[in-house]
């Protein structure tokens, strides 16, 4: 039985974890609801002013915390150590990009500036 048809959750009794892999989900409202957050994010946080904010901290030789969306529509919380913004190309696209030490991952990362969400300055 799906979970997704049932009207309550009495007497439901699940025998194994619940993982990832388990929850289908079409990738029409993925995709929509990915848009949807990166068009609010721009409202927010305008491209120009990420943009500045970047630039500040690359000057400043400082580390921003950053809020990304990921095309699978997964939030990633980075602190990162922005190097270089500038346009860059993959699979024969162009797009704006960060070249960033990322904490998390002990390694430099390329992150689109459309795909961040939110940008916070780390004071010292």
Known sequence: MALSRCRTLEGIVLRRPIHRKHVWVDYRIVKFLTRFQYEKAGRAL???RRKELIQRAIEARRPVRIVYLKPSGIKSHRLV???ELGEVEYQGRQFL???????HRHAERT???DRILDIEPVEP
């Open 97 to 103: 990009a960060l070249r960033a030490f990322c904490d």
């Open 46 to 48: 305008p491209v120009d």
């Open 81 to 83: 150590w922005p190097l």
């Open 111 to 113: 992150f689109r500036v």
